[in-house]
């Protein structure tokens, strides 16, 4: 069924064509506030946040991108978190091992989705560095980031979502390729020979 | 041949935008331009473009679970009437004892009891109590003379009338006009009627005038008026006698009026107090078990 008809079906209080736009969203939106908490149960705490944050103000959509008026809950919703959390550090909940004393790793790094374990290893630390770098950024530069790098948005769609003219979009996106360059500098190992930056490539 | 160069700010704004594809045609000649002549300019291009293409390498993570909502929780997520009533009671009676704070802090410091102000006040009410303020104030002796055991309120005075200046001291003045003035100065022809009003009129005057001696019983003999030691002027102790009659005083009064009110304004200031944050904590509590249901 086409979105804006679900948009007006939901807005009359039909559950079952929101729960579809849920369906449609929940990945992108579950992504980036996994991108932006760096914490998968943060980020499913944010996504279902988003959702209900979404049905209880949806009369107040008014038309445009409805992923972008998601995405704008999202993200609102991750910097609302971002500053309880720095509040209020949270311990980490990873098992430590009685034998050695040293952390066990997070289950999802161990499921096996088919990849050689070299493989596997190399493409999770390498993801892990990206992320590490994208942690480093302030949370506004990291929302347009992920939103135009890692989810493939335009400008225009970015501006609507982080409720920003599209010249701030430019620049902060602009600064935030920057440092992620430089973060990445550091990472050169993991990096595939392609991506290998030479010495004074980064501005 | 390309020159080796830094990039400025705004041109790695330029580069960054260029490989999105969002610049004007304007800045695109621009862009290619500066790609043609500087080196430097196609290295940092290519770099930009090796990040954006890692980030896009990032893989999209699967949502542990659909977060499609439930009628429980939809139930649940609709806006809570009754916590936004609160909210608003509580918002509303918040703003109003503000309101009545700075109401009361700052109005009794305008009203705030000046003298010139309250006989002013006075003047519209009694013409005849405005006239008797300055005499009191010339002689505020003969107030704490009063027996502290009356009642406050009923402190009333008469007094006899302002000696009439008609220059006789120094030789002034001619032989008709009523002795017992102040040399040099000629004040107006002010008579006073106790519960009565003013007139202006002379005649009138002279038989108020004497109404109001037999009335509050002044002892003073009119002939001491016109045999004082400075040419004329009556003695100290046969001017400005104060007599005690129930008439009220202005200025307590006009002082009380704000006292009165004290208790009711903190009667209703301590209600929205009350209000404000009785509606504040339900509103949480209730919003906290919304929270904690989902």
Known sequence: ?203 | MKETMHLTKTQWQLLSAYLDGEVSEEERAQVDTLLASHSQAAEALQALRNTKSLLRMLPQRPVPHNFILTRQEAMVARPGWLVKGLRVLSGVSAAALTALLAFDLFLPMRAAPQPAMLESMAAEEAPLESAAAPLAQEAPEVESMAAPDEEVPIEPFYFEPAPIARGMGGGGGSPSDEPGGIPGIILPDISIKVGGTYSGDSAADQTNEEELTADAEIAAPKDSMNTGPILGVAPPENRGDIIEKNIPRVLPHQTSTVEVRWPSYLLIEVTLLAISLVSALVAIILHRRRRAAR
Request: negative net charge; contains cysteine; hydrophobic residues 35%.
């Open chain 1, 1 to 203: 069924m086409d979105e804006s008809v679900l948009i007006q079906q939901a807005q009359k209080g039909d559950l079952d064509a929101f729960n579809q736009l849920v369906m449609l969203y929940q990945t992108q939106v579950y992504n980036l506030s996994c991108r932006m908490m760096s914490d998968t149960m943060l980020a499913d705490d944010v996504t279902q946040e988003t959702f209900i944050n979404a049905y209880q103000h949806l009369k107040s959509f008014r038309g445009g991108s409805f992923r972008a008026w998601l995405l704008r809950i999202a993200s609102n919703n991750c910097y609302d978190e971002l500053r309880r959390t720095k509040r209020k550090p949270a311990q980490d909940l990873n098992p430590v091992d009685p034998d050695s004393g040293e952390e066990v790793e997070d289950p999802v790094w161990l499921t096996d989705d088919g990849e050689l374990p070299e493989d596997f290893v190399h493409s999770r630390e390498l993801e892990d560095a990206i992320q590490r770098c994208i942690d480093q950024l302030q949370a506004q530069f990291k929302a347009i980031l992920i939103m135009v790098d890692v989810q493939g948005m335009d400008y225009k769609e970015a501006s609507q979502a982080a409720d920003t003219p599209v010249g701030t979009i430019r620049s902060r996106l602009a600064r935030a390729r920057d440092r992620v360059q430089r973060c990445l500098q550091g990472f050169t190992e993991l990096l595939p020979a392609k991506y290998r930056l030479k010495d004074g490539n980064a501005r």
